[in-house]
């Protein structure tokens, strides 16, 4: 197959001891017309947020382009983080193509891939509609029970730091967040602005728990 200098490919392998290696992914790409020289990779999890390989490869994509992986659990492991970066590429007129796996039905350069994309981010909503719908039952059947009972919320410097991450995305990923560990969302912003700079109240819980002053790491 012809090399397409519009599609750019990523791959991904866990471990960084050497026992898994790129050679199967890359062959994939090359036959399917990525350029050798235009294929972004890493060895690292993909529960990872950071990966250095993708992020350069997101950098460089361009209005146009179409980005190529092998499965799409290459790209992550998160329903919700596949589904706001594919939404991310097409919002910038990027394509997204897989080759194989459950995921090659999935992509944005075919109509038939367009509309399972739809069921795909439609289950991601869901999945996020019952997690929140989860917490509200709990706190509701908490606050019938009477406010001393049941399991005390503890904030934490790790929860601060994560709940500042996350206020300073989307507001989806707000309700995420306090949906997973079991706070309302009034709660989180007693600690954390809307801007993601931390409250008094997040800096007495830094200074009693001995995290240091000023920003979190």
């Known amino acids: 197959m012809a090399e ?36 972004y990779q890493d060895s690292i999890s993909g529960a990872r947020e950071y990966r250095p390989g993708l992020n350069a490869c997101l950098a460089v994509l361009a209005p146009g382009d ?10 992550g492991r998160s329903l919700r983080y596949l589904v706001q970066t594919v939404c991310e590429l097409t919002a910038r007129g990027i394509g997204l193509k897989v080759l194989t796996g459950e995921g090659a039905m999935i992509g ?3 109509a038939s891939g367009r509309l399972m994309f739809g069921i795909f981010a439609a289950l991601a909503e869901f999945e996020r509609e019952l997690i929140v719908e989860r917490t509200r039952a709990g706190v509701a059947a908490a ?8 399991m005390r919320f503890e904030m934490t410097p ?3 730091r994560l ?32 801007d993601g700079k931390l409250r008094p109240t997040a800096m007495r819980v830094l200074e009693i728990k001995g995290a240091g002053e000023g920003s979190l790491p």
């Open 143 to 150: 606050q019938t029970r009477g406010k001393h009972s049941g």
């Open 4 to 39: 397409n200098v519009s599609m750019i490919g990523y791959i991904r392998v866990s471990k960084t001891d050497g026992r898994q290696v790129h050679d199967l992914q890359r062959d994939a790409l090359i036959a399917a017309g990525v350029h050798p020289e235009r294929i």
């Open 66 to 75: 179409t980005l190529v992986i092998w499965k799409l659990d290459r790209l």
């Open 158 to 160: 790790k929860k601060l």
């Open 163 to 194: 709940l500042q991450k996350a206020m300073s995305k989307r507001e989806k990923f707000v309700l995420d967040f306090v949906a997973e560990i079991g706070i309302l969302k009034a709660t989180a912003h007693r600690y954390v602005g809307r």
């Open 108 to 110: 944005t350069t075919t």
